[in-house]
């Protein structure tokens, strides 16, 4: 079973920035779009940026400007460089394949709260 670690988070003042790495067992990213997803409490997973093999990104608007996806297939490493953070940007954040529809088996995540 793909089991996916997460790494990274933690609690930052708005303005901040955090850099979150993931890696995972008996999965190889190398084939696959890979995307890093949060959810807040009492709201739904959401996609919040994505790198296909060839190196084309694309992010919620919500992140835009401030976040970068960056992948390491060699390593097998998904990092997100979370930038100029804010109270919104609060949540639990996972890494997994994109489309959610083709998503393995969900990790552990790493919190992120941003507050002064």
């Known amino acids: 079973q793909v089991q996916f670690v997460e790494s990274g988070g933690g609690l930052v003042q708005p303005g901040g920035s955090l850099r979150l790495s993931c890696t995972a067992s008996?999965?190889?990213?190398?084939?696959?779009?890979m995307g890093w997803y949060r959810q807040a409490p009492e709201k739904e997973r959401e996609l919040v940026a994505s790198?296909?093999?060839?190196?084309?990104?694309n992010y919620a608007d919500s992140v835009k400007g401030r976040f970068t996806i960056s992948r390491d297939d060699i390593k097998n490493t998904v990092s997100l460089q979370m930038d100029s953070l804010k109270a919104e940007d609060t949540a639990v954040y996972y890494c997994?394949?994109?489309?959610?529809?083709?998503?393995?088996?969900w990790g552990q995540g790493t919190q992120v709260t941003v507050s002064s």
């Open positions: 790198m296909t093999t060839g190196g084309v990104t």
């Open positions: 008996r999965m190889i990213f190398r084939p696959f779009v």
């Open positions: 997994n394949r994109v489309p959610i529809a083709v998503a393995r088996t």
